[in-house]
T-cell receptor, first 117, second 113 residues
Framework: AQTVTQSQPEMSVQEAETVTLSCTYD???????LFWYKQPPSRQMILVIR??????QNATENRFSVNFQKAAKSFSLKISDSQLGDAAMYFC??????????????FGKGTHLIIQP | KAGVTQTPRYLIKTRGQQVTLSCSPI?????VSWYQQTPGQGLQFLFE???????NKGNFPGRFSGRQFSNSRSEMNVSTLELGDSALYLC????????????FGPGTRLTVT
């Protein structure tokens, strides 16, 4: 079974600074997707960024970028120029692609990101 | 486009009762997945439906079931509720084929007393 590990239960960063959230995963598969989701206090899960395992280029979405190291099974999220609205729980998630479909998401336990004004 | 909607948003039930939760996916999305979120277990995959067929199932007892209708709307049912079923139940929809990113609804908060 696949597992996703987020080793930082909580992180704190000053507004406007950069922070990196760590994620490692365990899988024997080669075709899969990785995601970062954000869950603010409203509890609405919001997709932040996705990465296809077959792509070597790291995904970027505005201030959010990932460092995807497939051999090391590492998938970290970097948030640049942190803003107060970035404060939330961040979940790393894995999804296996298998033939005509994909499995359900496997989530890490989450990292609580605090933004200090 | 309207997002994923879930009803009801909050629910209080008594142990032993059953409950049905509803999810309407984003227009055009044919895949609907359900997740349970609890403080202890975190986010766990329940099941996924695509074109009215259950495609994947997580490791949950048979008390948890679901279905999908021809308009892609989905319902999940929990029978014989237990205290441990208290959780936030999240529904997510996605297109098919890849890349399968899922878009989540606001959730239904179920409290079992």
């Amino acid at each position: 079974a696949q597992t996703v590990t987020q080793s930082q239960p909580e992180m704190s960063v000053q507004e406007a600074e950069t922070v990196t959230l760590s994620c490692t995963y365990d899988t024997s598969e080669s075709d899969y997707y990785l995601f970062w989701y954000k869950q603010p206090p409203s509890r609405q899960m919001i997709l932040v960024i996705r990465q296809e395992a077959y792509k070597q280029q790291n995904a970027t979405e505005n201030r959010f970028s990932v460092n995807f190291q497939k051999a090391a099974k590492s998938f970290s999220l970097k948030i640049s120029d942190s803003q107060l609205g970035d404060a939330a729980m961040y979940f790393c998630a894995y999804r296996l692609y298998s033939g005509g479909g994909a499995d359900g998401l496997t989530f890490g336990k989450g990292t609580h990101l605090i933004i200090q004004p | 486009k309207a997002g994923v909607t879930q009803t009801p948003r909050y629910l209080i039930k008594t142990r032993g009762q059953q409950v049905t939760l509803s999810c309407s996916p984003i227009s055009g999305h044919r895949s609907v997945s359900w997740y349970q979120q609890t403080p202890g277990q975190g986010l766990q995959f329940l099941f996924e439906y695509f074109s009215e067929t259950q495609r994947n199932k997580g490791n949950f007892p048979g008390r948890f079931s679901g279905r999908q209708f021809s308009n892609s709307r989905s319902e999940m049912n929990v029978s014989t509720l237990e205290l441990g079923d208290s959780a936030l139940y999240l529904c997510a929809s996605s297109t098919n084929p890849a890349p399968y990113e899922q878009y989540f609804g606001p959730g239904t908060r179920l409290t079992v007393t």
